[in-house]
């Protein structure tokens, strides 16, 4: 399994970027979860969307809620990240990550939780400027 992030740029607040996340070795056949998460200089990583495919609702941290949409692309395998009207506090570097299996109902804490998931791409770099 391989994950591989691309689509970072440095942009002005209010700007919008659009991250691309491919997946390697996930058939459509597969339950899975996906997520974005981010990584800022001296904070946690945290989690910022996510989705099942046990579920058809996407889990979003609510700072990013109506500014962020994620969106996967069962053909080509790919997973979406579109952020708008980003701000300076959104700089981090943006890594996707998967894991197997099939979850439904374990609440938004946990899709958010980096701790569910098992593979990580290595992250590309969002920076938002004033």
């Known amino acids: 399994v391989q994950l591989v992030e691309s689509g970072g740029a440095s942009v002005g607040a209010g700007g919008s970027l659009r991250l691309s996340c491919e997946l390697h070795g996930f058939s459509s056949d597969d339950n899975f979860i996906i997520g974005w998460f981010r990584q800022a200089p001296g904070k946690e990583r945290e989690g910022v969307a996510s989705f099942s495919t046990g579920e058809s609702r996407k889990y979003y941290l609510d700072s990013v809620k109506g500014r962020f949409t994620m969106s996967i692309n069962d053909v080509e395998n790919t997973v979406f990240l579109e952020m708008n009207n980003l701000k300076p506090e959104d700089t981090a570097v943006y890594s996707c990550?998967?894991?197997?299996?099939?979850?439904?109902?374990?609440?938004?804490?946990?899709?958010?939780?980096?701790?569910?998931?098992?593979?990580w791409g290595h992250g590309t770099q969002v920076t938002v400027s004033r």
């Open positions: 990550a998967a894991n197997y299996g099939l979850r439904i109902g374990i609440g938004k804490r946990l899709m958010l939780d980096p701790g569910q998931y098992r593979y």
